[in-house]
C-alpha cells in the first residue's frame, strides 16, 4: 500500500514538472485535438521534374504482324537474327531495339515509339513478302514444313522418316529416324528443346538414351543402339530415334535449349 502511494505521489510530481516547464517557456498546454479542423498541414515542396516517356507502340509482350514487321527492318540491320523473326516482342527483339536507339543517341527505352519508329523506316527499306515470310527449304524438290523455315530447328518428318537440322532456312545436317510404335506414339507438332541429357538412362524403361534432347514431356530426339542394329523393325517408345553416333554427337554439341522442334508428316 505504501509502494503504491509513493509512485502515484511520483507521477504527479512528473506531470506538475511538465506542465511548470510549459508554462515557464511560454507554451499553453493544450488537450490534443479532437476536431479534424484542429489538425494542420505541413506545407513541402517537390523539386525538379517527373519524367515524361513517349508513348509505346509496340513493347516487351507486343505481338502481331506489326511487330515482325519491325523484326524484318532490324534483320536488315544485322541487330536481330532472323531466328527471332517471330511476330512476338520478346527479349531479343527488345535488346536489338536497345541497340537500335543507342545508334542513333535516342533514349534506349527498349519499346518501339513514334520516334524510333521513324528512324528505322529512314535507314531501313519496307519488308518484302520474301523477307516476312522466308520460305521454308526446299529438299529432293520437296517443301519442308513452313515452321522450319526460320531460326534454328529440328525439323522432323515422320512421313519421310528424316530429321533435318535446319538454321535460317539452310539444312546444315540430315538423319534418319524412327519413331515410336502405334501405342506410344511420338507426339507431333511445334515444340522446343527443354533440357539435354548426354548420358541419359530411362528410369521408366531402364534403358540407354545417349545424346538426348527433349522437346516434350519424356520423348527426346536420343542415339538408339537398337535403331542402329535392326533398323525400322523396331519403335521406339515415343522418342525419335537416331542410329548414325557420329552424326547425332555433332548435332547434341550444335542444339541449344530452346531451339525449335517440329514434328510433322510431309
Given at each position: 500500500?505504501?509502494?503504491?502511494i509513493?509512485?502515484k ?31 494542420k ?8 521534374e ?19 514487321k ?51 523506316a529512314?535507314?531501313?527499306?519496307v ?9 521454308a ?12 523455315a ?8 515422320k ?38 541429357s ?17 522437346f516434350?514431356?519424356?520423348q ?7 535403331f ?12 525419335v530415334n ?20 517440329i514434328?510433322?508428316?510431309?
Amino acid at each position: 500500500m505504501r509502494g503504491l502511494i509513493i509512485r502515484k505521489m511520483l507521477t504527479g510530481l512528473v506531470a506538475g514538472a511538465g506542465i511548470a516547464a510549459l508554462l515557464s517557456s511560454g507554451t499553453s498546454a493544450t488537450a490534443a485535438p479532437t476536431d479534424s479542423s484542429d489538425l494542420k498541414t505541413v506545407p513541402f515542396e517537390v523539386t525538379g521534374e517527373l519524367p515524361i516517356y513517349p508513348k509505346a507502340l509496340w513493347k516487351n509482350g507486343s505481338s502481331g504482324t506489326n511487330v515482325r514487321k519491325v523484326e524484318a527492318r532490324l534483320v536488315q540491320l544485322k541487330l536481330l537474327e532472323k531466328r527471332y523473326l517471330d511476330n512476338d516482342y520478346g527479349t531479343m527483339t527488345r535488346s536489338a531495339v536497345k541497340k537500335f536507339q543507342q545508334s542513333k543517341g535516342i533514349p534506349q527505352l527498349g519499346y518501339v515509339d513514334q520516334n524510333t519508329l521513324d528512324k528505322l523506316a529512314a535507314v531501313t527499306h519496307v519488308p518484302t513478302q520474301t523477307e516476312l515470310y522466308p520460305p521454308a527449304p526446299v529438299v529432293n524438290g520437296k517443301q519442308l514444313d513452313a515452321r522450319c523455315a526460320t531460326g534454328v530447328v529440328l525439323c522432323i518428318d515422320k512421313s519421310t522418316r528424316k530429321l533435318r537440322y535446319v538454321v535460317d532456312g539452310v539444312v546444315k545436317m540430315q538423319l534418319d529416324v524412327r519413331f515410336g510404335a502405334v501405342k506410344t506414339a511420338t507426339r507431333e507438332g511445334s515444340f522446343t528443346v527443354g533440357w539435354k541429357s548426354r548420358n541419359h538412362v530411362s528410369k521408366l524403361y531402364d534403358s540407354a538414351m545417349p545424346f538426348a534432347m527433349f522437346f516434350s514431356g519424356g520423348q527426346a530426339v536420343h542415339y538408339s543402339s537398337d535403331f542402329a542394329a535392326r533398323g525400322y523393325n523396331g519403335a521406339s517408345h515415343g522418342c525419335v530415334n537416331v542410329r548414325d553416333l557420329g552424326k547425332i554427337k555433332i548435332l547434341f554439341g550444335q542444339v541449344k535449349v530452346g531451339d525449335k522442334v517440329i514434328v510433322y508428316r510431309s
